[in-house]
């Protein structure tokens, strides 16, 4: 039987579920009390998270999945919508200091179920509208590769490829870390059981999966990120939180899918009767599931390239387009945070915390996507002088 930690309160007002003491907070979520801060058990370097059940009276270590965020030496932490909370980590910089932590979603309760035990996820909020991932699919040979290497030729700063684990034994040409991430099974095996897959599945009689890393690191560098991921693996993504758009690519006829593979060369006559006889089921999944928003014909390759681009809205102009990075801004260790629908003040005005300081940023969370296991996308901040800027009347600081 645990000790209710000292700085609890009861009921938090105005839906700001605040209380800190040192550098932990806590948020009451249902039965449950969320403390977030210090370092975690595991390690030190890390924020940590307890929680306390206020029915059984005990404390409870959960299972941590994701990236978790640096210890800083303060945050502040906000209770969204009942299974996320937002952590704002001070003394950094704003690509490193919004933070969710996940309950009670989905995948969490599939994570759950898998370890037995009460599991929460991290994951990092990423500012700026950069659009949804794209999963393209099709059967092996359609051209696929050829295509996506066209994409990210023809416009490099926006589009970053989600690099797969895979089991396989790399091609001629393939290299390890840009192609795939040529691995062994059973070390594959473990990393899926940890949570570090978004999804896996068993094509062609070796395991492929995208992990959470793959994705992460192309949000990160703030492109739009594809993967090249069987069907399976696209029903996966699909009940996922990435919020994905789904393109099927589809041959002009199962005898030229056939030539293509095997002017291509890198198969065995086995694995080539193999990919073929796959190829049939998975062009039947492609048509009939409703799984893809676009299928596309690759027939003429140029014309295919170009309703591809179509489909993705990039017309000659966006060429050159980049995506424009949201300015960096400090968030000091002392500020405060109150919650008006789906936005967030945070106030870094310290000395006069009763006032709209000129520290007054909004954090528009309308337009949030994705989510663990992965980044959440969509997150948008913006300074304002006053909070009648963005507010209406009642909205007072707490
Ligand atoms: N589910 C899933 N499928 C993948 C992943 N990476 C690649 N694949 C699929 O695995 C299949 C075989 O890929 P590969 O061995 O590279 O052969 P290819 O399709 O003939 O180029 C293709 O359908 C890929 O789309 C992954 O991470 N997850
Ligand atoms: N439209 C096309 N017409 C003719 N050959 C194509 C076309 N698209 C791709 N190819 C060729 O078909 C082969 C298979 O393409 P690839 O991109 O490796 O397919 P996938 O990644 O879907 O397995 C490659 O040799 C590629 O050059």
Redesign the pocket.
Do not use: C, M
């Given at each position: 039987m645990g000790e209710a930690p000292a700085f609890f309160a009861d009921s938090f007002p105005n839906g700001v579920d605040l209380k800190s003491k040192g550098h932990e907070t806590a948020i009451c979520v249902g039965s449950k009390i969320y403390v977030i801060g210090g370092a975690d058990q595991e390690s030190l370097s890390v924020i940590g998270v307890r929680i306390f059940d206020k029915s059984s009276g005990e404390w409870i270590n959960p299972i941590v999945v994701g990236t978790q965020p640096k210890l800083s030496n303060g945050h502040s932490a906000v209770l969204l919508n009942g299974d996320r909370i937002l952590v704002i980590k001070g003394n950094s910089k704003s690509d490193d200091c919004f933070w969710f932590l996940e309950m009670g979603t989905p995948f969490i309760r599939e994570q759950e179920k898998t370890h037995g035990n009460e599991v929460v996820a991290w994951s990092k909020g990423v500012l700026g509208n950069v659009e949804k991932p794209i999963v393209i699919?099709?059967?092996?040979?359609v051209g696929?590769?050829t295509l996506i290497s066209k994409l990210m030729k023809d416009f490099p700063s926006m589009f970053g490829f989600s690099v797969?684990?895979?089991t396989?034994a790399p091609r001629e040409k393939e290299q390890n870390g840009f192609h795939?991430h040529f691995s062994d099974r059973s070390v594959m095996e473990r990393d899926i059981k940890d949570g570090k897959f978004l999804?896996?599945?068993s094509?062609?009689g070796?395991l492929?999966?995208?992990s959470v890393d793959a994705v992460e690191v192309v949000a990160d560098a703030g492109k739009r990120c594809i993967?090249?991921?069987?069907v399976?693996?696209a029903r996966?993504v699909r009940a996922s939180s990435l919020d994905a758009i789904f393109i099927f690519i589809s041959p002009p006829s199962f005898e030229e899918l056939e030539k293509r593979?095997r002017a291509r060369a890198?198969e065995t006559e086995e694995q080539i009767q193999k990919?073929l006889r796959n190829a049939r089921a998975e062009l039947e999944q492609g048509k009939s599931s409703g799984l893809f928003d676009h299928t596309l014909v690759n027939d003429d390759l140029e014309s295919c390239y170009e309703n591809l681009k179509n489909t993705l809205g990039l017309t000659e102009g966006v060429k050159t387009a980049r995506i424009t990075y949201p300015e960096l801004v400090d968030f000091p260790v002392e500020h405060l945070v109150s919650k008006i629908d789906q936005k967030i003040l945070i106030n870094c005005g310290a000395a006069e915390y009763q006032k709209a300081s000129d520290n007054m940023y909004v954090l528009d969370l309308s337009l949030l996507k994705g989510g663990a296991p992965g980044r959440t996308r969509g997150l948008n901040l913006y300074v304002t002088n006053s909070s009648n800027d963005c507010v209406n009347g009642d909205n007072q600081l707490s």
């Open positions: 699919s099709g059967p092996s040979g696929k590769g797969s684990h895979t396989r795939y999804e896996f599945a094509v062609h070796n492929y999966g995208t993967l090249d991921i069987d399976q693996g996966s593979l890198t990919r």
